[in-house]
């Protein structure tokens, strides 16, 4: 069902601890959907039907995580202006600047040296960056167990187990190409120095996160970088894969300033529930 979004009121004149636990929970739904909305685009693409259907489930649980944290977010906005948020509204019926997700999610499936937008999709850069988010998601469900918010470690609880299989794909294919032949090899080496300096936002602590880690809600992801930093330098140790040099770029998706990918991203997205406002089937 598709619904048109009702108008919310501003939050603006809301001191932002009482916003943080929404922000916070949004910002995790918007990393979920939109890797699960770029991962889709491999549905009938696949290299091969296994890998077809398997990035298919993964797109799928990674959406089903969004509604589930999407719908949290309804009840926290209704909460705070008295009208709730469905589902739909924060994925259909949000501009780009809104969506808080990280550059990393919303990335094409190519390097940056393979040319114009319609540039072949390389699987190298998919399973390098389902590689990096898993390993990171992983931990991080893991601490929301814990936190303040029942519902949202409810959520935590599901998703960790989800999360743990996305790890277990995502890195048996950085050992099997990384480790495989020379042309495998080098891909999965681009892919790698492509991707990692995205992550760099990732662990950048900013207002939102930190309020709601004060607040018991969130995690700091600061704090589970060296665990991360475990899991990956294992993986890519017996793919054979070398880490480059560390980088200072910080990209920016989570304070709502995107690459020129999302606009694209979310009019594929959003096309039809705009072409058809409030239509329902």
Request: aromatic share 8%; proline share 5%; charged share 20%.
């Amino acid at each position: 069902m598709m619904t048109a979004s009702p108008q919310p009121a501003s939050l603006d004149h809301l001191p932002p601890a009482r916003t943080a636990a929404l922000r916070y929970v949004l910002r995790l739904a918007d990393n979920a959907l939109v890797l699960g909305q770029r991962n889709a685009e491999w549905c009938g693409h696949g290299p091969v039907l296994e890998e077809d259907i398997a990035l298919a489930n993964i797109s799928l649980d990674l959406i089903g995580q969004a509604r589930l944290l999407y719908g949290r977010a309804g009840e926290l906005e209704g909460e705070l202006t008295g009208l709730p948020r469905h589902e739909d509204d924060y994925a259909y019926w949000r501009a780009e600047r809104e969506f808080r997700n990280w550059t990393l999610v919303e990335l094409p499936h190519r390097g940056p040296l393979a040319g114009t937008a319609s540039a072949a999709r390389d699987y190298a850069v998919t399973i390098m960056r389902n590689f990096l988010y898993s390993a990171l998601m992983v931990e991080l469900w893991e601490a929301l167990q814990s936190g303040s918010d029942d519902q949202l470690a409810a959520i935590a609880a599901k998703s960790v187990k989800e999360a743990r299989y996305h790890l277990h794909h995502a890195a048996g294919w950085v050992v099997r190409l990384g480790d495989g032949t020379e042309a495998s090899h080098a891909r999965m080496q681009r892919a790698l120095d492509h991707l990692l300096p995205y992550m760099n936002e990732c662990f950048a602590e900013d207002p939102v996160e930190t309020e709601a880690a004060a607040q018991g809600i969130g995690v700091a992801t600061a704090s589970l970088r060296a665990a991360w930093d475990a899991t990956v330098a294992e993986t890519l140790q017996a793919a054979t894969l070398t880490l480059p040099p560390a980088s200072s770029f910080v990209s920016t998706g989570k304070l709502g300033v995107h690459s020129e990918h999302m606009s694209y991203l979310l009019g594929e997205m959003q096309g039809l529930a705009r072409a058809h406002p409030g239509a329902q089937w």
